[in-house]
Structure formats: structure tokens, C-alpha cells
């Protein structure tokens, strides 16, 4: 039997899009993790499976039901949440606020009977919350505010536990106190979890299956084996990764060093062809590194206009919302003609933009090193006539670096010094 049920869901906030057609069913009993990066939709789908936030697209069941049929007050008594963050605007003590999650199962002005009083205290015990029942819910630390959210979602003795970020503001000892305690629910009585998690060492040795998100597509689905791969990983998180699995243990992922800072002898003029966003964490690593970094053209207001403005970097910028002009592109063209590296970042192209190209062609011709970023590739051109596409792979023929992440521009730009 199928507890969660996700088919083809999109979800937006407003106008803007985080999820894009996500599909993947959740056992009764099982335990999966949620895992990505900042923004890569996670907390979202907590959203849409509880109901708070609608589908745009496709359909969400709750034990083969469609969301959308149940009421509120019976999706409370079937799926608790675990929040990041919680707050009251009353003065409620750890066990008045933990009381509150009894209120699910018998209507908030029925008086607790004998059964709410052991499930109070059986989920203040669980999290060793008993000593701290009388004190003032404001007062208490992040870690012990997060375990009262916990308390307060046992105590409503649901079949479906969904939390977000449960460990984040634990220390070592209660994370795994926590997840020890989760795992037994898990095991003995069935309890279905659905936890966000940035944590992926955590996340492999505690769940089942585990759900790997990227800019709120599904990336990967499957035993954490199957999902915690290098590839994948560096492919998703942009930063290179080490995965270890030892004979009968979890998978265990650590980052690698980022590369030292350049010596003031090996610093470049680097400029970065970017929009969008696309080029934000390049400017900001080549200037971490001590290169010297020109970006553009750019429109006022972009988000990478605003990464170079911040990070006082060099940048020609066309005005807001307008087709890159002769000025801009002249601008563009100066500072790229004193760079000895160009970047393309992970940008797509459109009539507006595809001035970009002509850019690192003509970088490429005068004997500059141009590196063009290849991921998705295929997927980025969107000119009407589809010429993006041929001329990046054009620019590699002729000899032009591909990159997917950052490390390997810095090993490029170390060849060239």
C-alpha cells in the first residue's frame, strides 16, 4: 500500500515554477529523505503533499486518496509536520504547546482524556523534553525548540511523519538521538517518514530510499547506494565529491578541497559570459581566488549584474529589460579583449543573448582560452532558428575548453599560466 502518492506534480509560488513534473510513490512504513540543494524544491513537496500548496500540474494522494478530496482537519490526523523554524504569538509552556497536537484527534475543544495524557507524555520522554515541560516555549534554544516540534507532531499519533531539516539546529548528540528515535518508530510501528535533509551521510545510514532533487526535477530515486554517486553528486551539488562505502556500511560522501588561492604570479583577467544567475558563484569564486574578473554584457538588475555589483567587478551593463545595444556589447567586447581567459557559464540562449556567442568567438580567434560550459547543452538553445547549439559545439571543435564545474576551470586556468 502506496502512503504518498505523487503523480507528474508541478508546484509554483505565484508565477514562479519549483517543481517541474515530479513522480515517485512513498511505501506505508518506509523511510525517504529528500535531499538537495538550497532551492532544489524539497521543502515544496513537504508543502504539496500536506496540502498547503496546491499542484499546478498533476496529482498528489494521500493512502490512494487525492488531496484535494480530504479536509483539513482529517489531513492533521493523518500527516504530521515537523517545521524548521516553529512559533506561537501565545505564551504556551513545552507541554501546553506538545497538548496542542492532541487537539487533531478529538476537536481542540474536547477535554484530554486518558489516552491524549500518555500520548503527551510518551512524545515529551521521546524527546527528552520531560524536565523542560513547564518552561516557557520562548525561552528555550534552537536545538530544544526543534525538538518540541517533534514532540508536538508525535503526539498526534499520525501514520505519516513529514519533517524538514529535523536535525538542523541539533547537536551531535540529539541528531542522533532523533534519528535513532525516528528509525524506531520506523521499525516497530510503521510510522511513514518523509524528512528534507542537507545532511547525505545522515540521510544514507537511517533511510531506505532516498529522493535526490535539482532545481526541483527529480535527479535520482532509489537505495542510497544507487543515489550517492560522484557524478551525480558533482553534477547536482557543482562542487567535486568523494564517495566511500565500506562492505556493509552506508555510502559516506565528503567534499573535496577547493583549490587554494592563486599566487599573486598566477592571477588572471578572466571575463565571464553569463545571465540569469548563471555566473553569480563564478564571479564569486575567481574573485575568492584572486583573478582579476571583468563579466558582461548584463542587464541592470540581473541577478549576476547584481553579484558583480556587490563583489566590485568590472561589468558592461545594457539598461533593464532592453535588447542588448552596440554600447553594451562594445563594452563587453573591451573588457573581454583584455581578459586572457573567457568563461561561458551555464546560460541559455535567446535572441537577446546570443551576442554571448559572438563574444567567445572572437576571444577564441585572438588566441584567448575560452571555456564553455557543456551542461545540458542540448537543452539551452532556445533561438528561433536554433543556432546556439552548432556554434558552441563549433567553438569546441576549434578548441575550446568544456566545463560542467567550477573546479575544472581552475585546472584549466593553472595550464595556461
Given at each position: 500500500?502506496?502512503a ?12 514562479s515554477?519549483?517543481?517541474?513534473d ?6 506505508e ?9 538550497n532551492?532544489?524544491?524539497?521543502s515544496t513537496l ?9 499542484a499546478?500540474?498533476?496529482t ?11 479536509r ?31 487537539g ?19 512524545a ?27 514532540a508536538?507532531?508525535?503526539?498526534q ?45 545522515l ?5 531506505s530510499?532516498?529522493?535526490l532533487?535539482d ?60 545571465g ?15 583573478h ?17 555589483a ?7 551593463l ?28 551555464e ?22 582560452r ?5 551542461r545540458?547543452?542540448e ?39
Amino acid at each position: 500500500m502506496r502512503a504518498i502518492e505523487l503523480q507528474h506534480v508541478s508546484a509554483a509560488y505565484r508565477e514562479s515554477d519549483v517543481l517541474h513534473d515530479v513522480s515517485l510513490a512513498v511505501g506505508e512504513g518506509e523511510w525517504l529523505a529528500l535531499l538537495g540543494p538550497n532551492g532544489a524544491g524539497k521543502s515544496t513537496l513537504l508543502r504539496v503533499i500536506t496540502g498547503l500548496l496546491p499542484a499546478r500540474a498533476g496529482t498528489a494522494l494521500l493512502g490512494g486518496r487525492d488531496i484535494r478530496a480530504i479536509r483539513g482537519a482529517e489531513r492533521a490526523r493523518l500527516v504530521a509536520v515537523v517545521p524548521q523554524e516553529i512559533s506561537t504569538p501565545l505564551p504556551f509552556t513545552v507541554g501546553e504547546l506538545v497538548a496542542l497536537g492532541r487537539g487533531t484527534a478529538h476537536g481542540r475543544l474536547a477535554r484530554p482524556g486518558a489516552d491524549d495524557r500518555r500520548a503527551i507524555e510518551r512524545a515529551l520522554a521521546y524527546t527528552d523534553l520531560l524536565e523542560l515541560r513547564d518552561r516557557p516555549f520562548g525561552e528555550l534554544s534552537g536545538g530544544e525548540k526543534q525538538r518540541a516540534a517533534l514532540a508536538l507532531a508525535l503526539a498526534q499519533e499520525t501514520r505519516i511523519l513529514l519533517l524538514d531539516e529535523p536535525t538542523a539546529h541539533l547537536d551531535l548528540n540529539h541528531q542522533w538521538e532523533i534519528l535513532r528515535l525516528l528509525d524506531r518508530l520506523n521499525r516497530e510501528c510503521k510510522l511513514t517518514i518523509v524528512m528534507t535533509s542537507h545532511d547525505l551521510n545522515l540521510a544514507a545510514e537511517f533511510c531506505s530510499r532516498l529522493a535526490l532533487f535539482d532545481h526541483g526535477r527529480l535527479a535520482a530515486l532509489g537505495a542510497p547506494a544507487e543515489v550517492l554517486r560522484e557524478e551525480l553528486l558533482r553534477e547536482v551539488y557543482h562542487c567535486d565529491v568523494r564517495v566511500r562505502q565500506e562492505s556493509g556500511r552506508a555510502p559516506e560522501v565528503r567534499p573535496e578541497r577547493r583549490p587554494p588561492p592563486v599566487a599573486r604570479g598566477g592571477a588572471q583577467k578572466v571575463h565571464v559570459l553569463c545571465g540569469g544567475g548563471s555566473g553569480a558563484e563564478l564571479l564569486r569564486l575567481l574573485m575568492l581566488t584572486g583573478h582579476q574578473v571583468s563579466c558582461g554584457p548584463l542587464n541592470m538588475g540581473d541577478s549576476d549584474a547584481q553579484a558583480a555589483a556587490a563583489l566590485e567587478v568590472r561589468a558592461a551593463l545594457e539598461k533593464p529589460f532592453s535588447p542588448l545595444g552596440q554600447a553594451a556589447l562594445a563594452a563587453a567586447r573591451h573588457l573581454a579583449g583584455e581578459a586572457g581567459a573567457v568563461v561561458l557559464a551555464e546560460v541559455p540562449f535567446g535572441p537577446g543573448n546570443v551576442a554571448l556567442l559572438a563574444l567567445a568567438e572572437e576571444a577564441l580567434a585572438r588566441g584567448a582560452r575560452v571555456l564553455v560550459n557543456t551542461r545540458h547543452l542540448e537543452q539551452r538553445d532556445f533561438t528561433p532558428q536554433h543556432e546556439a547549439l552548432p556554434r558552441l559545439h563549433a567553438l569546441l571543435a576549434r578548441g575550446a575548453v568544456a566545463w560542467q564545474h567550477a573546479d575544472e576551470i581552475f585546472q584549466a586556468l593553472e595550464k595556461s599560466t
